[in-house]
């Protein structure tokens, strides 16, 4: 093949069609192995304009309003926002309804050295 822009430009183009079917065959021989655990970024408060790490998830599961079932809220607080944090949907209080603060585990590793 002359080594002109069309034939450089079909090579490559070669090039990444074998490139993207080896991928394919690597993804599919490895299809029944577990992905690692990937850490978990530490998140952020909920709220808007708030870029205090998240202390707290809130949670709240009450009836929908069109009676079609359970609806489960939750959001990750920053501590002065989930100092403010209460039930809002008492309307939707059924036998199951949970409204629950949950501490978020920190991470004590830096603490213990």
Do not use: W
Request: charge should be negative; include cysteine.
């Amino acid at each position: 093949m002359p080594d002109t822009k069309q034939g450089r430009d079909k090579q490559a183009r070669d090039a990444e069609k074998r490139r993207r079917r080896r991928d394919v065959e690597e993804s599919l021989e490895r299809g029944d192995e577990e992905e690692p655990p990937q850490e978990e970024a530490p998140r952020t408060c909920h709220r808007r304009d708030c870029n205090e790490l998240a202390a707290f998830l809130v949670l709240e599961r009450y009836q929908e309003e069109t009676g079609q079932g359970a609806v489960e809220a939750e959001a990750y607080l920053c501590r002065a926002h989930t100092a403010e944090e209460s039930p809002t949907n008492l309307d939707g209080v059924y036998e199951d309804y949970v409204f629950r603060v949950e501490p978020i585990a920190e991470d004590r590793s830096a603490d213990e050295t």
